[in-house]
DNA sequence: CTATGGCACGGATT
DNA sequence: AATCCGTGCCATAG
């Protein structure tokens, strides 16, 4: 049981607190905007405080401490993360200057998280017969939170006095764009759109396709025996793929992110996750050299730092009698705030310092280099429950130097880095090899994964087995960029 | 006999 | 407490 910190106001409220700190952990940037902000509009002891830019590196900073990076000790280990609250969404301006110069080349990232819809015309205008710009206008305005089409393409057509395959033309074009299966008038069609695209540059399981297209129901209600005998596989193959579609694809194209998918949240949360936006964001001091500390961002959605309003701690001594007990508990519920919102940013900077120390090759090099770490060892270090790493880690997600945008919890992926090795071997193959072959292969690496564990890998990446492979020659080479910033 | 896939158990995660 | 994931053991295919 951890004691954190006792909190000197004479009423601690403990269980309340605990619990407020537990929501608030939980919630990703764009949620916890709208709790503050609603915090904000409905208590008077709350004071939005004005935001502050660092003068040299004009990153804005919540609280009063000096600027991080500028005013960090000229002595500092390369392995040693700088990790900080930043207050606000654009960190772009300092760490990509490209976005402003070329605002056509839609860098996912840097988009406004408000801005769908200029986001995704700015892609596709290029490609984009003049013309047909009323209509993308028209599919774009259309969309409904979850970026799907919301009205029949059929009605558009007909608005726009144009044929039917013109509409859907255009809206080919703009599900191809990012966030990719963006305007596809069913979750179903957003899957397709992005199973295609993945497939361009990954080999995926080919009954993906099938499972999408006519399991959709069984797919969506985890019914995986009944998904297997549809498919003619076993329950165990269903999972398989149910577990690829859920990790590469999201039928909720404006939605978070790749990763998690609720396929259960049908009810209708008004959950208004834009998409693509990192609740941390790392980037290197110094991105020339190799060698360069990390600057971890951990944002908080508000320009500005929350706190009391001081004024407000004076006025209620006068307070009309009528209103004091009111007045007392907006000062109370304000403080409370206030404080879990401090235990949340300390939490998770904490956990983030940790984390990057550990990752560190992974954030720099990618999947292969991901050190698995599970989330109950890293909570025992930190001396914190469980849960809350789970809590904290689930709901969001990071952007890495080189602009990709992941879930945090790719960070405990325990299979990621052996999966991309298992890949790598068998790209560069000439015979195919066996699993056990695989198998000692990895060991080499120091992978050690039972062959057992290499037959499920492979399936996953839909690779077949070795007897099913042609012997590889001269395969395609493996030039393919998974998103070059184009 | 070797290579793989099915099933089930136990630890991790949520 | 329910679910997911890596593994061991066994059956089956070649």
């Known amino acids: ?179 990719v299966g963006v305007a596809s008038p069913s979750p179903q069609e957003a899957l397709l759109v992005q199973l295609e695209v993945l497939a361009e540059n990954h080999s995926v399981p080919p009954l993906a396709y099938k499972a999408i297209r006519e399991g959709m129901d069984f797919l969506s209600r985890h019914r995986y025996n009944e998904l297997g005998s549809l498919l003619g596989i076993s329950t165990a193959q269903a999972r398989e793929i149910a577990r690829f579609i859920t990790k590469n694809l999201n039928p909720f194209p404006a939605r978070a992110h790749w990763g998690d998918i609720n396929y259960t949240s049908q009810k209708a949360e008004p959950n208004t996750q834009a998409y693509s936006y990192p609740d941390v964001v790392i980037s290197k001091l110094n991105s020339e050299t190799e060698e360069s500390p990390l600057v971890v961002e951990v944002a908080i959605p508000l320009s500005g730092t929350l706190r009391i309003n001081p004024l407000f701690r004076e006025a209620i001594r006068q307070a009309p ?81 080189n602009g990709h945008i992941i879930p945090l919890a790719n960070f405990f992926d325990r299979s990621l880095h052996i999966r991309t090795a298992i890949k790598e071997i068998i790209e560069k193959e000439k015979e195919p090899l066996s699993d056990t072959q695989i198998c000692k292969l990895l060991e080499k690496r120091d992978y050690f994964v039972a062959r057992r564990t290499v037959a499920k890998y492979r399936s996953m990446e839909g690779i077949l087995p070795a007897h099913l492979r042609k012997p590889n020659h001269n395969r395609r080479n493996r030039t393919h960029k998974t998103s070059q910033t184009l």
Not at 150 to 169: C, F, K, T, W
């Open 1 to 179: 049981m951890l004691t954190q910190r006792q909190f000197h106001e004479h009423r601690p409220l403990t269980t309340a607190h605990l619990a407020q700190t537990m929501t608030l952990l939980s919630l990703s940037a764009i949620e916890l905007r709208q709790k503050i902000e609603s915090a904000l509009a409905s208590n008077p002891a709350l004071e939005l405080l004005e935001e502050r830019r660092c003068p040299t590196c004009l990153r804005r900073l919540s609280g009063n401490a000096p600027c991080p990076v500028c005013s960090r000790p000229q002595t500092i280990a390369v392995d040693q993360p700088i990790v900080f609250v930043s207050s606000r969404e654009d960190f772009q301006t300092h760490t990509s200057t490209r976005e402003t110069e070329t605002p056509e080349v839609g860098v996912p990232i840097a988009a406004n998280p408000d801005d769908l819809p200029g986001f995704v015309l700015r892609q596709i205008a290029p490609e984009l017969d003049p013309a047909d710009r009323p209509l993308a206008a028209h599919i774009l305005t259309s969309l409904s939170e979850d970026g799907l089409l919301g009205v029949p393409m059929a009605e558009i057509a007909r608005y726009h006095h144009v044929p039917l395959d013109r509409v859907q033309n255009v809206i080919s074009l703009i599900q191809h764009a990012e966030p």
């Open 321 to 401: 009698p009528d209103k004091t007990e009111q007045w007392k508990s907006d000062l109370e519920q304000a403080t409370l705030l206030v404080k879990c919102l401090q235990q949340r940013n300390h939490t998770i900077v904490r956990l983030m310092r940790r984390l990057t120390v550990m990752q560190r090759q992974f954030i720099l090099h990618g999947d292969a280099y991901l050190q698995p770490v599970t989330r109950a060892a890293l909570s025992k270090e930190l001396e914190v429950h469980e849960s809350t790493i789970s809590r904290a880690v689930s709901t969001k997600s990071v952007q890495l130097p």
